[in-house]
């Protein structure tokens, strides 16, 4: 093999490195643009969440109450405690008549409350 093939061998993997690294140019804009009109790209902020229907924090199961804002796994089962204990002082069915009464339970403060406020129904 002289130097003469060498070069064109070099050659032909040079060019076909570049011709690789446009098809994967041309596929990322590819799939960038289909993902952009799928509308799979959210078009919520980051941190948000988003609920198809108002959680009622007087019958809500810790795992619907934990995705409220500001809500975790320790604050819903917090909030389901508090209930449970409501109603077995027989203080009636309604432990929370409004987002004001979140302030009762330990670890929920005015902020929280308020957080979570648009994202609940009272019954």
Excluded: H
């Excluded at 078009?43 to 948000?48: H, K, L, Q, S, V």
């Amino acid at each position: 093999m002289d130097n003469n093939d060498i070069y064109k061998s070099n050659d032909g993997l040079a060019r076909a490195q570049s011709n690789g690294f446009f098809v994967a140019v041309g596929l990322a804009v590819i799939f960038c643009i289909f993902f952009e009109l799928s509308g799979v790209s959210a078009e919520m902020p980051a941190g948000t969440i988003g609920l198809e229907y108002r959680i009622n924090p007087n019958d809500a199961p810790p795992a619907s109450l934990a995705r409220l804002p500001g809500v975790g796994l320790a604050k819903a089962q917090a909030i389901v405690t508090y209930r449970q204990q409501f109603r077995r002082d027989g203080r009636g069915d309604l432990a929370f008549r409004d987002c004001n009464d979140l302030d009762k339970v330990k670890g929920i403060g005015p902020v929280t409350a308020r957080n979570m406020c648009e994202w609940l129904k009272f019954q």
